[in-house]
């Protein structure tokens, strides 16, 4: 009789947290998909008001200036006021950035837009995986962010395929009222059941001041930050480079973009495996091992012309790269001193996205002196030296570790 008064006792609590995680995820997927799909319609609609390639980059890369500059001091604002109003800044302020360029059409305000989308963006993203880590207790975390990681696979997948399709039958106008509609739940969950976001990791308001420089002097969450913009990177690099490399080996534009969705759903089904995997080893552990996987891949890719070899060779790296993300945030958030889990993401998204503006100029340099293969194979030296660090430094067991 005492056991089913225990699992009567238990069993709201753990449906109300799996009800919180999946809300929590899906606004996450609606906001990320109109975001990821708003590169693609703002791309196509700045050559259809007549732009060249230099300006379409500058307006790509507005996406990242703000996020490298402010991804800090707005991870700190989350830690202060919690989760709820960071949230319906992000979410109101991607739908208000889709709604610019049909209201008002023309090269000016796609600068304004791509700067706001990038901003807002941050806004949303950053409380949302303070957020999950929290939910459920220390036993479910990973899972917690294994499933949102997924949530993003689906949503960078989903986006620019819904964008390309609504550009093709409605037009480069309209599509970005497409987009922008998938703003509207996550507002209307946010306004109507502001109690279902928890408070962030270590109770925000409580404590958490001092200097970034405080963060990264811990060495343990400085190996997070490095290891985790060296993963960050090497994707970058592959989404990046892989287009020119299989251009020049023949390869058609289908095929590449093929081989570039192996990466994706080979980083979505390693996510899903993730829980499982944390059965045998330690979060420390597998993430370790997750480095060394892509940095395999690439030492392989200089050497492969066959286009099944290179979707064989996208798929390991998709495993390793993939893999890597989720545990990042996990153990990035058990390892970050109270008070400070989305100041500490913040400084991880700003070192991701000095490696989006840095990775393109540096990397494209080097292949254009010296050739395809040392931009895999330095990049292959650093996911190894990456992978050192993982294992000089001794992590901690997580799971272990009071929250």
């Given at each position: 009789m005492r056991r089913t008064r225990t699992q009567t006792a238990f069993t709201p609590i753990v449906l109300f947290s799996q009800m919180t995680i999946y809300l929590i995820i899906l606004m996450g997927v609606l906001g990320q998909l109109a975001f990821s799909g708003s590169r693609v319609a703002v791309s196509l609609y700045a050559l259809e008001?007549?732009?060249?390639?230099?300006?379409?980059?500058?307006?790509?890369?507005?996406?990242?200036?703000?996020?490298?500059l402010l991804s800090i001091v707005i991870g700190k604002f989350v830690d202060r006021v919690g989760l709820w109003l960071p949230l319906v800044i992000g979410i109101a302020g991607i739908g208000i950035g889709l709604a610019l360029p049909p209201l008002f059409p023309s090269i000016t305000v796609l600068y304004v837009s791509g700067t706001l989308l990038g901003l807002a963006h941050q806004f949303f993203l950053i409380p949302i995986e303070a957020g999950v880590g929290g939910i459920g207790g220390p036993k479910k975390r990973t899972a917690n962010y294994a499933v949102l990681s997924m949530g993003w696979s689906a949503a960078?997948?989903?986006?620019?395929?819904?964008?390309?399709?609504s550009i093709d039958h409605i037009g480069h106008v309209q599509v970005y009222w497409v987009l922008a509609s998938f703003s509207v739940l996550p507002l209307l969950i946010l306004w109507f059941r502001p109690g279902l976001l928890p408070r962030t990791a270590m109770h925000a308001g409580k404590g958490g001041h001092g200097s970034v420089l405080e963060l990264w002097r811990i060495s343990t969450l400085r190996t997070i930050f490095i290891t985790g913009a060296v993963i960050n990177s090497a994707h970058n690099l592959f989404q990046f480079y892989f287009p020119i490399y299989g251009h020049a080996l023949g390869i058609s534009a289908s095929a590449i973009g093929t081989i570039l969705g192996v990466v994706s759903a080979a980083a979505f089904l390693i996510r899903g495996v993730v829980p499982y995997l944390m059965r045998k080893r330690t979060e420390a552990e597998i993430l370790t091992y997750a480095v060394f996987v892509a940095a395999f891949a690439f030492m392989l890719l200089p050497f492969v012309g066959n286009p099944y070899a290179l979707a064989a060779i996208a798929f390991l790296l998709g495993l390793g790269a993939g893999c890597a993300n989720p545990l990042s945030m996990s153990l990035l958030y058990v390892l970050t001193p109270p008070g400070r889990v989305a100041e500490s993401l913040g400084l991880l998204k700003t070192m991701f996205n000095v490696t989006h503006l840095v990775i393109p100029l540096v990397f494209g340099s080097v292949g254009a002196a010296f050739g395809y293969a040392p931009v895999f194979l330095s990049n292959a030296a650093m996911l190894v030296g990456g992978g050192l660090l993982m294992r000089k430094t001794r992590l901690p067991v997580a799971d272990l570790r009071p929250r």
């Open positions: 008001l007549g732009a060249n390639q230099v300006t379409v980059g500058i307006v790509i890369a507005l996406y990242a200036l703000c996020p490298m960078n997948f989903l986006g620019p395929l819904i964008a390309g399709f």
